[in-house]
């Protein structure tokens, strides 16, 4: 007898390449054999996992949601539409491209190369509400910004779009790695169509962030309220437990209606496009997620399938369906206690029940026990070689590139949202003027300060300095720091400059800020400058010094 050989491990030259081809050789054929795609959700293609991260925005109509991709990518784009009134009528892709241009939906859905061939199933009319444009923008390099239609208030408007608006959303959410919801903060209500577009999404709430746009229309005494307001609707329809973070502002480049909340705007601006950056490092780990999760409610919905299947009788099949289906709880229950699966895994029951209700029974099977192993393998063993790839991988990934007034430029401005100790040079009355001696008022009491301590030749030792230094009730170790960058001369102790530089770097801290590693050289003491002679001119000098000097000419002039 021929023993069989063992299948060699596979090798991936990355996670990208890793899911793929995982997913096509275990998660596929499980999902085929057990109807997955027929009452959850269509296979994957390539382009699913080789996309850029998708961030999708959206909320009820003149929200912001278009101004905010364009505040973004700081340019308009084709097809783009602002106004008070609802505009956005469509699902539009902003991708980047050379040229400037726009892609129809019914061409996007036959474009194997891109992530939009699965949408053929939601029909035409969807079709013709779907665009793509692509413009020139370094943004766009690393991320796709997808605009969706405005959720407008009442049944009517939800009914008359042609499509499933809900389960068009959900195919997108599933694919993207941020999700945008927007609230306008003179207009707080949550219509029905938008409460189900959020219940539908809450499978993937950890993509979500929301946004309270417009801010400076309102005072201070309003944005309180109006926060609290949003926090309140929002708790009515979001099932987390966590409190969601809400990013306060007005993501726009006109003039601020109440400038006095400029900072708070800013802070928050950072924070937001802090968490946007890290998408491009972060997208092999959402894919690698996302497909776990997949591979969680194949297994889960197998297992309830194979279920139904052998409690179905040989006769009166429609009566026991109806029965097996009011009574799905149970079904659920028995499977947990067999196979120990968590019904956390499951979508909402009713969806599913609708889903398995549609469903032909006639084609459910029980569980292979081979394919349960193998499934249960590729969760294991294969999953924990692509995690063992993600440090790498996410090292090598880049940051995105985010523009807006504070990403314009990585230049020291005078407009820094926070302070930093570049920031302190704009302060100066002049270009020579030392940073420390900035401020004229701290200036003069930190030479009091050090006057009063006593110094000896002009000097502070360890225990007179620590004395004053001690005063602002740093911990030792912050202290200790604030020594080594203020001690420039390496002498052990602090003349006057270096005990105003300690005092501002005391002063740096307690302000919220975190010292730097090794000292700027604007900070560092005029008097400390080591200003050393070019090397040309060193190199002329000796020259000029070793040269031999002429001989003086004492011929005497012959007379005629």
């Not at 390099?141 to 009914?159: F, H, N, W």
């Not at 040079?425 to 002049?430: E, F, Y």
Request: glycine letters at 6%.
């Amino acid at each position: 007898m021929f023993s069989k050989k063992a299948k060699p491990p596979a090798v991936f030259d990355d996670v990208t390449d890793g899911l793929k081809s995982i997913y096509k050789e275990h998660l596929l054929p499980f999902e085929k054999e057990y109807k997955f795609h027929d009452f959850h959700s269509p296979m994957l293609e390539d382009p699913d996992f080789d996309g850029k991260p998708l961030v999708m925005l959206m909320g009820q109509y003149s929200t912001g949601k278009t101004t905010f991709i364009r505040y973004l990518i700081e340019k308009d784009f084709p097809g783009m539409r602002i106004g008070p009134e609802p505009t956005t009528d469509t699902f539009h892709v902003v991708d980047y491209g050379e040229e400037d241009g726009k892609i129809p939906g019914n061409v996007l859905a036959v474009d194997t190369k891109k992530p939009f061939v699965q949408l053929k199933q939601f029909g035409g009319t969807f079709l013709s509400r779907f665009e793509c444009s692509t413009t020139k923008s370094s943004v766009l390099k690393s991320v796709s910004l997808l605009d969706t239609p405005g959720i407008l208030a009442g049944e009517k408007q939800s009914l008359n779009r042609g499509y499933d608006y809900v389960a068009v959303l959900k195919w997108f959410a599933e694919r993207a790695d941020r999700i945008i919801l927007l609230f306008d903060a003179h207009k707080l209500d949550i219509s029905d169509e938008l409460r189900r577009a959020i219940e539908a999404l809450s499978r993937w709430d950890d993509k979500i962030r929301i946004i309270l746009n417009k801010a400076d229309g309102v005072d201070g005494q309003q944005l309180m309220r109006v926060y609290g307001a949003l926090m309140w609707s929002l708790g009515k329809v979001l099932t987390c437990p966590e409190v969601p973070r809400v990013y306060i502002g007005s993501w726009w480049d006109k003039q601020l209606g109440h400038a006095a909340f400029r900072t708070l705007f800013e802070l928050e601006e950072q924070d937001l496009f802090k968490d946007f950056r890290t998408m491009p490092r972060g997208a092999a780990l959402r894919k690698l997620n996302d497909l776990i999760k997949r591979a969680r409610l194949a297994r889960v919905l197998a297992l309830i399938v194979g279920e139904l299947h052998a409690n179905m009788p040989l006769i009166r099949k429609d009566a026991a369906k109806k029965n097996l289906l009011k009574n799905l709880e149970e079904t659920i229950s028995s499977v947990e206690s067999k196979h120990g699966m968590c019904s956390g895994d499951l979508p909402p029951i009713d969806k599913l029940r609708e889903s398995l209700s549609r469903a032909d029974w006639s084609k459910f099977r029980a569980v292979d026990k081979k394919l349960l192993i193998k499934l249960d393998r590729m969760l294991t063993e294969e999953m924990s070689k692509l995690i063992a790839m993600l440090p790498a991988e996410v090292a090598a990934a880049g940051d995105a590139i985010l523009n807006g007034p504070i990403e314009a430029t990585t230049d020291s401005t005078p407009f820094a949202p926070v302070r930093s100790l570049n920031s302190d040079r704009w302060r100066l009355s002049n270009a020579g003027q030392w940073t420390v001696a900035a401020d004229g008022q701290k200036l003069a009491k930190w030479i009091e300060s050090f006057i009063a301590a006593a110094p000896v030749d002009g000097k502070l030792n360890g225990s007179q300095a620590k004395h004053v230094m001690m005063s602002s009730k740093l911990p030792n170790s912050v202290l200790s720091k604030v020594w080594s960058l203020a001690d420039v001369d390496r002498d052990g102790q602090l003349d006057e400059e270096e005990f105003c530089l300690a005092m501002y770097l005391i002063d740096y801290k307690v302000s919220g800020n975190d010292l730097p590693s090794i000292l700027p050289d604007h900070l560092i003491p005029a008097s400390k400058i080591i200003r050393e002679e070019p090397v040309e001119d060193l190199v002329q000098n000796n020259a000029n010094e070793n040269m031999p000097k002429p001989e003086e000419d004492n011929v005497e002039e012959q007379q005629a």
